[in-house]
Nanobody
Framework: VQLQASGGGLVQAGDSLRLSCAASGRTFRGYTVAWFRQAPGKEREFVGAIFRSGGVSYADSVKGRFTISFDNARITMYLQMDNLKPEDTAVYYC???????????????????WGQGTQVTVSS
């Protein structure tokens, strides 16, 4: 599965941004889809995910501000980020996997397929 992430940029605190992740040649049906992020000098961090059966999980740091969704055809998934904060600055990655169990939804090592990352910078 090839993933293409896009939509990053430079915004101010309080602004909104929507990231996209497209799967080439297939849909996301049957996959758990997730977003992770990595700030300079830090480990890759779980942002949120939709489990293949529909369960949703978000990191506490983004809960209520970030939302993961799909287009109608489930070819593209989105990360809507509202009320952005400087601490949200990071490279954001989309990831998918077909087989992971729900308890591993936040474990980056369990995802087999990754997009290339898109930079999000939030200025104060």
């Amino acid at each position: 599965v090839q993933l293409q992430a896009s939509g990053g940029g430079l915004v101010q605190a309080g602004d909104s941004l929507r990231l996209s992740c497209a799967a080439s040649g297939r849909t996301f049906r049957g996959y758990t889809v997730a977003w992770f992020r990595q700030a300079p000098g830090k480990e890759r961090e779980f942002v949120g995910a939709i489990f293949r059966s529909g369960g949703v999980s978000y990191a506490d740091s983004v809960k209520g501000r970030f939302t993961i969704s799909f287009d109608n055809a489930r070819i593209t998934m989105y990360l809507q980020m509202d009320n952005l904060k400087p601490e949200d600055t990071a490279v954001y990655y989309c990831a998918v996997d077909r087989n992971l169990i729900y308890s591993s939804i936040g474990n980056a090592g369990q995802y087999d397929y990754w997009g290339q990352g898109t930079q999000v910078t939030v200025s104060s």
